[in-house]
């Protein structure tokens, strides 16, 4: 499926329709009480930790502002952005200073697995009160308040948007000098290597990559499309067995894409790497659909100047990642980050924030027309096809699990181990 399509499913209807996210609510710990329990004041300012600090992604920050601005203009926006994209810096940054008793009024945290760390920590505080005074409790799909939801029912964050991880970005121009058909469509990843195969024999590099975060993003791809959905999400609760030889059979087709990247990949981010295949220095790139933003920043059109399709083997696969805010333990300016998560919670703020991301509303109220054709086919695939959680983006692992698989796979693409070692190192890392 090319990801071109015109949708006229609304928000609402298409997010109702068939989302299965596992619910991902143990053991919440947090203390409780978000607004009553003494701790309000500081409504002058507001510091947002993000790792939104560049590009594209700072566009959509700041178009995020622009509401806050007009909503709450007695309340001054504190930039604390950290770059290093997927939060590479900020997270051990946030961290550090979490466990400092230093936390910033508001931080980003991925819904599911990593929000579940703050949960368990007692770094964040239960947000549920702020959904009955903002009106939230029936404007997010159920399935996605539930990654926010510790068992005990209380909410810890506020989503601002929904990302897709598994799509590929290419340059039809860099495709048709080299003989292949951009509308092409790859049943499996083997088709698609066949291409890449070409490419690289013209002297082309076939799939930009960038620094160790990007490469795990698309072992996440990878993996999902050798194992399918199902084993797939086994990967995470246990029951995929990450030594078996289907794992192995996707690390080697993991090996072999990575065998096509540019060999500077490690110093660059990524939006270097989805800058070279806009500028036509390489073929295809894997990336969330963040990428989306940049391309349409730099006025490409999809279909003419670039195309996207799910990575292939991933068709009918949405793999999910959320962005969401949260209300620290000990928030200087508890009252300033209620007004930031009342903004980021509204319409307005949604539509405006997700228009400049290149991500979807997380709300189910928003009018798709409002957003760009590639959006509109990632507020159809929402709605249709089965959801996985992201691994490089939080959705499926604590950090700690992430940082270890990280750690492998830098090992691993930088020749310090082997397959086999690299393999039973990732087995490791998920057991924890
Ligand atoms: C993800 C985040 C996205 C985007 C991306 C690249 O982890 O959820 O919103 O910022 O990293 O930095």
């Given at each position: 499926m090319r990801l071109n399509r015109r949708t006229s499913a609304t928000v609402a209807g298409a997010a109702l329709v068939g989302l299965a996210l596992a619910a991902c609510s143990s053991g919440g710990s947090g203390d409780g009480g978000s607004g009553d329990d003494g701790n309000g004041g500081g409504a002058d300012e507001v510091e947002v930790f993000t790792w939104w600090a560049a590009g594209s992604e700072k566009a959509g920050l700041d178009a995020l502002v622009g509401v806050f601005n007009e909503q709450h203009p007695d309340v001054e926006f504190i930039n604390g952005a950290v770059?290093?994209?997927?939060?590479?810096?900020?997270?051990?940054?946030?961290?550090?200073?979490?466990?400092?008793?230093?936390?910033?009024?508001?931080?980003?945290?991925?819904?599911?697995?990593?929000?579940?760390?703050?949960?368990?920590?007692?770094?964040?505080?239960?947000?549920?009160?702020?959904?009955?005074?903002?009106?939230?409790?029936?404007?997010?799909?159920?399935?996605?308040?539930?990654?926010?939801?510790?068992?005990?029912?209380?909410?810890?964050?506020?989503?601002?948007?929904?990302?897709?991880?598994?799509?590929?970005?290419?340059?039809?121009?860099?495709?048709?000098?080299?003989?292949?058909?951009?509308?092409?469509?790859?049943?499996?990843l083997d088709a698609w290597m066949a291409d890449l195969d070409t490419l690289q024999a013209a002297g082309?590099?076939?799939?930009?990559?960038?620094?160790?975060?990007?490469?795990?993003?698309?072992?996440?791809?990878?993996?999902?499309?050798?194992?399918?959905?199902?084993?797939?999400?086994?990967?995470?609760?246990?029951?995929?067995?990450?030594?078996?030889?289907?794992?192995?059979?996707?690390?080697?087709?993991?090996?072999?894409?990575?065998?096509?990247?540019?060999?500077?990949?490690?110093?660059?981010?990524w939006p270097e790497a989805t800058q070279m295949v806009i500028d036509g220095n390489a073929a295809f790139n894997v990336m969330g659909d963040w990428a989306v933003a940049a391309f349409e920043e730099q006025d490409k059109a999809l279909g003419t100047d670039f195309v996207a399709f799910p990575v292939p083997g991933t068709d009918g696969v949405f793999d999910f990642l959320a962005d969401s805010f949260t209300l620290p333990v000990g928030a200087p300016h508890p009252d300033g980050a209620k007004a930031w998560l009342e903004t980021v919670g509204s319409?307005?703020?949604?539509?405006?924030?997700?228009?400049?991301?290149?991500?979807?509303?997380?709300?189910?109220?928003?009018?798709?027309?409002?957003?760009?054709?590639?959006?509109?086919?990632?507020?159809?695939?929402?709605?249709?096809?089965?959801?996985?959680?992201?691994?490089?983006?939080?959705?499926?692992?604590?950090?700690?699990?992430?940082?270890?698989?990280?750690?492998?796979?830098?090992?691993?693409?930088?020749?310090?181990?082997?397959?086999?070692?690299?393999q039973s190192e990732l087995a490791a890392a998920a057991q924890g």
């Open positions: 770059a290093g994209g997927a939060g590479s810096a900020a997270k051990d940054l946030l961290q550090s200073r979490l466990q400092a008793q230093d936390p910033p009024d508001t931080f980003q945290a991925h819904a599911g697995a990593e929000l579940q760390d703050y949960i368990d920590a007692a770094q964040i505080e239960d947000v549920s009160d702020l959904y009955d005074e903002f009106g939230l409790t029936d404007v997010f799909p159920a399935d996605l308040v539930d990654r926010v939801t510790a068992e005990d029912g209380a909410i810890y964050s506020i989503p601002s948007n929904v990302h897709r991880a598994n799509v590929v970005w290419a340059n039809p121009t860099v495709l048709e000098e080299n003989g292949i058909d951009p509308a092409a469509e790859y049943a499996d082309v590099t076939p799939l930009s990559v960038a620094t160790t975060w990007t490469q795990v993003h698309l072992l996440e791809t990878v993996l999902l499309a050798g194992l399918g959905a199902e084993a797939y999400n086994g990967l995470w609760d246990g029951s995929t067995d990450w030594e078996s030889a289907e794992v192995t059979a996707a690390l080697e087709d993991f090996e072999q894409l990575m065998s096509y990247t540019n060999s500077d990949r490690d110093g660059l981010d319409l307005e703020g949604q539509v405006a924030f997700n228009k400049a991301k290149g991500s979807i509303p997380a709300r189910t109220d928003a009018d798709p027309s409002e957003f760009s054709e590639y959006q509109q086919t990632a507020i159809e695939s929402f709605g249709q096809d089965t959801i996985v959680s992201s691994l490089a983006h939080g959705a499926a692992t604590p950090v700690a699990t992430l940082n270890a698989i990280s750690d492998a796979t830098s090992k691993f693409t930088s020749g310090a181990s082997d397959l086999a070692t690299y």
